[in-house]
């Protein structure tokens, strides 16, 4: 009669460093193979430490890694650890990391530019958001938070909200390695009302336009029309201009625009 194959038996069991003179245990066990598609640095084994008198303790563990696995609800231990750590994160411990690595068009941002973040951060968000859990922010804490600013200081509220968005919206995406985000999702449902322009805007006619033309020293008259129709060409692109060309046909070129907020631009031909 043939028996029965034993059951396999789950993970392993040590002592560490050795058996004769242990002074830990080590259990560990193969990573199962659906998670190298979701992490694909993750290591081929996991194991812990247990203390010499935790025997059962260890056992217990394997059982419980087990049956994750079973049920594929199984996250490397990096995985849990970094949730555990995001559920404690308060906006006050996460805005410097977040500050530092902020990019704009995959560059560091200016100096000028980060202090301003700073300030708008400082100053604003963290007075109020700063004790409180990333996970924890609502629309409903945001509204509370834009209602403590005065109403009149609209350039203020829009910059720390704009400020806050981006924090948010970082914090609810994936890491660069492939983290989880942060927080579950991004939280901010509303932006502000576009204010009211206290005053409108009157463009100046083709004649106005010829008057500001010929009042200015000539070296500066052509680039009033250049600024006015020069299809949206920027300050820094138009005093990059210099002129070539024939005469019967000159033309203008911007080869690089003027150091700006931003960095160069390269420029645009206009005949």
């Not at 242990?22 to 259990?27: A, G, H, K, N």
């Not at 203020?156 to 994936?174: E, F, H, Q, V, W």
């Not at 991004?186 to 009042?215: F, G, M, W």
């Not at 019967?248 to 911007?254: F, L, T």
Request: net charge positive; glycine share 8%.
């Amino acid at each position: 009669m043939v028996g029965k194959r034993s059951a396999r038996v789950f993970g392993n069991l040590k002592y560490r460093p050795n058996a004769e003179h242990p002074t830990r245990i080590v259990v560990s066990y193969e990573t199962p193979g659906f998670a190298f598609e979701q992490w694909p640095r993750v290591t081929a084994r996991q194991s812990r430490s247990f203390p010499l008198s935790q025997e059962a303790e260890a056992r217990a563990w394997l059982a419980h890694e087990q049956k994750r696995i079973e049920a594929g609800s199984w996250e490397p231990p990096t995985i849990e650890r970094h949730r555990e750590k995001t559920r404690r994160l308060t906006m006050g411990e996460y805005y410097k990391t977040w500050l530092e690595h902020r990019t704009f068009k995959g560059r560091p941002l200016k100096a000028g530019t980060q202090y301003r973040l700073r300030k708008d951060i400082e100053n604003h968000i963290i007075p109020y958001f700063g004790n409180m859990r990333l996970i924890d922010i609502t629309q409903a804490d945001i509204d509370c938070w834009l209602a403590t600013m005065p109403d009149e200081q609209e350039a203020m509220k829009s910059n720390a909200l704009r400020a806050l968005k981006s924090i948010l919206k970082t914090a609810s995406k994936p890491g660069e390695h492939g983290e989880p985000p942060l927080i579950p999702q991004y939280p901010c449902t509303r932006s502000l009302p576009r204010p009211k322009r206290k005053s409108e805007t009157i463009p100046a006619t083709p004649e106005q336009v010829k008057n500001i033309h010929d009042a200015m020293p000539e070296r500066y008259a052509m680039a009033i029309y250049l600024a006015v129709f020069g299809d949206g060409l920027r300050i820094g692109e138009v005093c990059a201009l210099r002129a070539g060309g024939h005469r019967s046909r000159p033309a203008y070129h911007a080869r690089a625009a003027r150091q700006g907020h931003h960095g160069p631009r390269q420029g645009r031909g206009h005949p």
